[in-house]
């Protein structure tokens, strides 16, 4: 073969690539404008590279090059819908990075970048007097020239404001160490370069950057912390602890994967209340619970219920009171909207959480957390904060993939953009001596009784959760069921979600196999314990065919797409769930009706 023949074939098996990576891109595109955030980041693990290449490009400065890309990857989150051309997604991220970059540039004026103390505009009078090596005497003397400005002149509402900001950036230094605040005085005073700072303190410039960047985090957050009177003790000392709690072993035979009851179990156990996994999940409702998307086979539906009323009512029920602190960052993209969006809008500072952790750990309990950092194949999950740590700043907390752990720093937790913390207390009236048995029998069938009623009216009700956001609709019930055949059997063109159909056969699999071990041991007599067999049998059954989906579609982070022949073989398993989940129904409202009969006579 010449070496043009082999210069062409590389050239084909070249331009044959770039067509298979386009066509790729343009896949992912269109399955995350319809919401699929899976899809969305592996098109962003497709693309990182370029972005940063671009950036790099543009600023000549591999550090700033960071920051505008993840800037230019939140917007492109959120405006992914306005993309018309999903075959230009590239150019279009393209034009996002150089907006970005742009922005980061202009920032501060002829300067650039931070705008620096001298530019305020001492006057030649005063600057002879400035200690120029010594911030606080630069501060001082700003200070007192804008108050002296603002008695003078005829306007004086910029020299107040002026002084306010000297006032204020002077207040909130005393959260910077000694080193800190020299590395923060030579950036943003003296105006040196990082290379230029390395070289005085003989290290990196990567942990230059690190340490400006920290301190521009800890300023943030301090003058947050001074506008809002959350001030420290005088002196700026404040009172440095740590604790970390032992949880007790929790076994995969213990574990299930519906983290909100699976930690719910963890925590009882933590505080001497150990139960059955099948009783909780029983009692809460969620081993009878089925909701799926309107969209496609997202994951989400998961975790769409009202989580504030239910942790109330569930932990009600078993003897416990429930303290929450929750809510929602300001501009920040936030997951699980449709479940969340009725909480406040709250500020990122420490204060807000560290302390209720404190308290909680303090007692010897530890704290029920939804985790947006949870280890692949998750994305989020409930987990449990068991240790704080002052001096080092940081929680000890459970991860699912993790079964030592894992470490979040304060301020990791203070930037989650869902924050949702509970601790719990025991209700006095439950501390007291058990009553008897007849009576502890009596209550057991009262809640048994309560948990099938409400699987039966869950299984009815085609919406029964609704969010406010319009475009986020979910069917519930069997209703769901012809929901997720419908997907599984939709254009070929729009194959279902690969990864989101992964979890949710896998989840409500075990919900189902827990459901029948729960009715097998409610405290029924007779006929009605005779209907809660047959019902638990059904439910096994139903179980078992979601089992053959959820092997055939193994839950895993994974861009693969379903093709036709899967997608029909999982469309027939639930057909066939979806038969013996309506007999269990049916035998659960024989149940309920032979119970009220019981109590007729």
């Known amino acids: 073969m010449s070496s043009r023949e082999i210069s062409s074939s590389v050239s084909a098996v070249t331009d044959r690539g770039e067509a298979a990576e386009a066509d ?22 497709q693309h990182r590279s370029k972005a940063k290449m671009w950036a790099e490009r543009m600023t000549g400065d591999p550090h700033m090059a960071d920051d505008i890309v993840q800037d230019a990857l939140i917007r492109a989150f959120l405006q992914i819908g306005s993309l018309h051309d999903t075959s230009r997604f590239l150019p279009w991220l393209h034009k996002i990075v150089r907006n970005q970059a742009n922005m980061r540039l202009r920032r501060g004026g002829p300067y650039k970048r931070e705008k620096p103390f001298a530019a305020f505009g001492l006057p030649e009078s005063e600057a002879g007097s400035v200690e120029w090596d010594d911030l606080d005497s630069v501060l001082f003397h700003l200070t007192r020239t804008a ?5 003078n002149v005829h306007n004086p509402e910029e020299s107040l404001m002026r002084k306010e900001l000297y006032e204020t950036i002077h207040s909130v230094l005393h959260c910077l160490n000694r080193k800190e605040r020299d590395i923060f005085e030579a950036c943003f005073f003296k105006q040196l370069s990082p290379d230029e700072i390395a070289a005085m303190y003989q290290m990196t410039t990567g942990s230059i950057y690190t340490y400006i960047h920290r301190s521009r985090q800890k300023l943030r957050q301090e003058h947050i912390r001074v506008s809002l009177g959350l001030l420290p003790d005088k002196g700026g000392k404040t009172l440095v602890k740590s604790k970390l709690l032992q949880l007790p072993e929790w076994p995969a035979s213990d574990a299930v994967m519906l983290s909100f009851v699976d930690r719910i179990g963890h925590l009882l156990a933590a505080i001497g209340d150990r139960r059955e996994s099948a009783e909780l999940l029983g009692l809460s409702g969620f081993a009878f619970r089925m909701l799926i998307s309107d969209k496609t086979t997202f994951a ?52 807000a959480v560290i302390p209720f952790i404190r308290k909680a750990i303090d007692a010897g309990k530890p704290v029920f957390y939804f985790d947006t950092t949870a280890s692949r194949p998750y994305v989020h999950e409930w987990s449990l904060i068991y240790g704080y740590d002052d001096e080092k700043q940081s929680v000890r907390l459970t991860d699912v993939m993790k079964p030592d752990g894992k470490t979040l720093a304060y301020e990791d937790i203070a930037n989650n953009p869902v924050r949702f913390l509970a601790s719990i207390n025991r209700i006095e009236e439950h ?17 048994a009784e309560g948990s099938i009623r409400q699987a039966i009216e869950h299984a009815k009700n085609p919406r029964a959760y609704r969010p406010m956001t319009v475009y986020l609709l979910y069917t519930s019930g069997l209703s769901a069921y ?27 699999a075990q919900a189902r196999t827990y459901a029948a071990r729960y009715l097998r041991n409610v405290p029924f007599q007779g006929e009605a314990m005779r209907f809660a067999l047959l019902a638990s049998e059904a439910y096994e059954q139903a179980g078992e065919a979601l089992g053959e989906f959820s092997a055939a579609v193994p839950f895993m982070r994974s861009a693969e797409v379903l093709s036709p022949e899967q997608c029909e073989k999982c469309a027939v398993w639930l057909e066939q769930a979806k038969a013996f989940e309506a007999a269990a129904i049916g035998y659960l409202e024989k149940a309920v009706d032979q119970l009220e009969k019981e109590k007729s006579l």
Not at 31 to 43: M, V
């Open 147 to 151: 108050a002296n400005e603002a008695n």
């Open 24 to 45: 790729r891109s343009q896949m992912l595109a269109e399955r995350a404008q319809l919401g699929d955030t899976e899809a969305f980041g592996e098109l962003i693990g």
């Open 300 to 351: 989400d539906c998961i975790y769409m219920f009202d989580w504030r009323q239910k942790l109330r009512t569930f932990m009600k029920e078993l003897g416990y009171e429930v303290s929450l602190l929750c809510g929602q960052l300001a501009d920040s993209p936030v997951p699980l909207l449709g479940a969340v969006e009725r909480f406040p809008v709250v500020l990122p500072i420490e204060e």
């Open 431 to 447: 501390e007291k001596p058990p009553a008897s048995r007849s009576a502890r029998d009596a209550a057991r069938r009262h809640m």
């Open 482 to 508: 012809e929901r997720w055949i419908r997907h599984m059997r939709s254009d070929p063109a729009i194959p279902p979600n690969r990864y989101g159909a992964g979890q949710l056969a896998a989840s409500y």
